[in-house]
């Protein structure tokens, strides 16, 4: 392989980092919706509700 292509490589390899890296940080200052929070909300909280069944039917004698 001749030196040509290794440097080529190892440049696409850094600039698909690079822009990845860009990526995070723009997507890291975006807002959520308040429609998306609201649906996460409720489903931890019935998430929560569920665990908390199934620890009293653990819990009940038999």
Request: glycine residues 2%; charged residues 35%.
């Amino acid at each position: 392989m001749s030196i040509g292509w290794v440097i080529f490589i190892i440049f696409l390899v850094l600039a698909i980092i690079l822009s990845n890296l860009l990526l995070l940080r723009k997507s890291a200052k975006m807002k959520v919706p308040d429609h998306v929070l609201k649906a996460i909300k409720e489903r931890e909280a019935k998430e929560a509700a569920e665990a908390e069944k199934e620890c009293e039917d653990k819990k009940k004698p038999k």
